[in-house]
Nanobody
């Protein structure tokens, strides 16, 4: 089992940047595929990005491609999401998740979830 705690959310103006972090504890972090999801008010939770156990493979939702970068530091048991050129439509609660299915891009591929961190982008 792994416990996940997100941080780094906040209020930012459109065009700005934020870096989210997800600290993991428990079972070996490096054995998990890690992902970021987000949920906007009144909408379903959606896939944002994923990264393989070694960090060698990443994938992104079309809506964030070219603006967001997912990375991980297995020595620090930490997952990151660098978000640049933020837009008001990026406003959501962002969740990190751990799983075993690379390429799923769906909630079913992930077994463990953090509590979420709020990102608000003002226009």
């Amino acid at each position: 089992q792994v416990q996940l705690v997100e941080s780094g959310g906040g209020l930012v103006q459109a065009g700005g940047s934020l870096r989210l972090s997800c600290a993991a504890s428990g079972r070996t972090f490096s054995s998990y595929v890690m992902g970021w999801f987000r949920q906007a008010p009144g909408k379903e939770r959606e896939f944002v990005a994923e990264i393989a156990q070694s960090g060698g493979s990443t994938a992104y939702a079309d809506s964030v491609k070219g603006r967001f970068t997912i990375s991980r530091d297995n020595a620090k048991n930490t997952l990151y999401l660098q978000m640049n050129n933020l837009k008001p439509e990026d406003t959501a609660v962002y969740y990190c998740a751990a799983g075993s299915v690379l390429g799923a891009r769906r909630e079913y591929g992930y077994n463990y979830w953090g509590q979420g961190t709020q990102v608000t982008v003002s226009s």
